[in-house]
């Protein structure tokens, strides 16, 4: 059984650091083919890709973010850890984790951990 | 970036009656492995999002054979072939061809 769960704070200021575990079960990122992805959803508005980790630790970004972003990956402790630089009230969205394979995109989803940006 | 233009925004059925989606990529989303990488997501309200069809036309797991795919090169298509309630929500198609990956504004599907 396939779960992962998103982590981190509700709450941060602006020009703060974010930081953001997806903890997941079910499946292994040391597998090849294996990726996870994160993906944000502002409230009421449509889904933005954010960034993708492999089982080979190969790293892809959004590009009009990845200034401010780095993902990486704890293979022993199932996890992947996404920090986002200088956080302004914009980037108030709910926040997904989903395992993902290149073939066939993202299965499997968190439930999303909402994070608002405000002083 | 590859930008997904959908069309309709807002789509209100009648139960019973089939609706359709359109997608449409500013680039071929036809891989350099011939295979073309175009996902659509469901996302009910207050829910996560749900894959309902990859590589323009494969039913994920589960899903209702009244949801198909379609489409080839930058066009493409979801269709539902007669609305059910639990169909409401937003609809989004998402390309994973080309880096970064890049998903359409979404499309919302609501009961008239």
């Known amino acids: 059984q396939v779960t992962l769960r998103e982590s981190g704070p509700a709450l941060v200021k602006p020009t703060q650091t974010l930081t953001l575990t997806c903890t997941f079960s079910?499946?292994?990122?040391?597998?090849?083919?294996?990726?996870v992805t994160w993906v944000r959803q502002p409230p009421g508005k449509a889904l933005e890709w954010l960034a993708l980790i492999d089982w080979d630790d190969n790293k892809y970004y959004s590009t009009s973010l990845k200034t401010r972003l780095t993902i990486s990956k704890d293979t022993s402790k199932n996890q992947v850890v996404l920090t986002m630089t200088n956080m302004d009230p914009v980037d108030t969205a709910t926040y997904y984790c989903?395992?993902?394979?290149?073939?066939?995109?993202?299965?499997?989803w968190g439930q999303g951990t909402l994070v608002t940006v405000s002083s | 970036d590859v930008v997904m233009t959908q069309s309709p925004l807002s789509l209100p059925v009648t139960l019973g009656q089939p609706a359709s989606i359109s997608c449409r990529s500013s680039q071929s989303l036809v891989y350099i492995d011939g295979n073309t990488y175009l996902n659509w997501f469901q996302q009910r309200p207050g829910q996560s999002p749900r894959r309902l069809i990859y590589k323009v036309s494969n039913r994920a797991s589960g899903v209702p054979d009244r949801f198909s795919g379609s489409g080839s090169g930058t066009d493409f298509t979801l269709k539902i072939s007669r609305v059910e309630a639990e169909d409401v929500g937003v609809y989004y198609c998402m390309q994973h061809t080309h880096w970064p990956w890049t998903f359409g504004q979404g499309t919302k599907v609501e009961i008239k």
């Open positions: 079910g499946f292994s990122l040391s597998t090849s083919g294996m990726c």
């Open positions: 989903a395992r993902t394979y290149y073939g066939s995109g993202m299965d499997y």
